[in-house]
């Protein structure tokens, strides 16, 4: 089992940054993968960012490419999401998810096995 605690989201002004945090605990040891998700208002939820535990290799969805930048400190056993350059239709529930299982994509949200509760994100023009 692996629980998974978001932090940092808030108000930010178009064209502002935050930094969210993803704390997990337990058998961390055993992610795959780690990923973020969104769910703007009305809308499905959608990959944002992924960074595989072991090697740190890390991949956006291309609506983010260039202003977010996903990190992970193994030895905290936290996963971060910088994010620059804010724009409106960046407004959403941000959710951090680990994937145990090889099998299903990194960027396909049913591959993950354990999710956050989320953190509000809202950008204002």
């Known amino acids: 089992q692996v629980r998974l605690v978001e932090s940092g989201g808030g108000l930010v002004q178009a064209g502002g940054s935050l930094r969210l945090s993803c704390d997990a605990s337990?058998?961390?040891?055993?992610?795959?993968?780690m990923g973020w998700f969104r769910q703007p208002p009305g809308k499905e939820r959608e990959f944002v960012a992924a960074i595989r535990w072991s090697s740190g290799d890390t991949y956006y969805a291309d609506s983010v490419k260039g202003r977010f930048t996903i990190s992970s400190d193994n030895a905290k056993n936290t996963v971060y999401l910088q994010m620059d350059s804010l724009k409106p239709e960046d407004t959403a529930v941000y959710y951090c998810?680990?994937?145990?299982?090889?099998?299903?994509?990194?960027?396909?949200?049913?591959?993950?096995?354990?999710w956050g509760q989320g953190t509000q994100v809202t950008v204002s023009t």
């Open positions: 337990g058998r961390t040891y055993s992610n795959y993968y």
């Open positions: 998810a680990a994937k145990w299982r090889y099998s299903g994509a990194y960027y396909y949200q049913d591959a993950y096995d354990y």
